[in-house]
Nanobody
């Protein structure tokens, strides 16, 4: 059983940066694939980035590729999302997720068992 707690969201101007963190409480974090998803008002939750259990493989949505970087520290049970060159369209509630179904990457919402409560990112123009 994993409990996930996100932090690091906030208000930033376009072109700025934020780093989101997601702390996991379970003992099996290092075996799980992890992902970041986001949901803007009135829109469906969408994939942003994912990382394998070892951290050796990552995959990004086209909309964030080249601007966002996902990473993890298994010793700290934490996954990160570094977001650079933020745009107003990045404004959303950002969720961390963990999957016990694979140690690899996954962009599919249905793959993930555990979800955090979300952290709000607002980018002003």
């Amino acid at each position: 059983q994993e409990q996930l707690v996100e932090s690091g969201g906030g208000l930033v101007q376009a072109g700025g940066s934020l780093r989101l963190s997601c702390a996991a409480s379970g003992r099996t974090f290092s075996r799980y694939g992890m992902g970041w998803f986001r949901q803007a008002p009135g829109k469906e939750r969408e994939f942003a980035a994912t990382i394998s259990s070892s951290g050796g493989t990552t995959f990004y949505a086209d909309s964030v590729k080249g601007r966002f970087t996902i990473s993890r520290d298994n010793a700290k049970n934490t996954v990160y999302l570094q977001m650079n060159n933020l745009k107003p369209e990045d404004t959303a509630l950002y969720y961390c997720a963990a999957t016990s179904r694979t140690s690899y990457t996954s962009a599919r919402l249905s793959t993930y068992d555990y979800w955090g409560q979300g952290t709000q990112v607002t980018v002003s123009s």
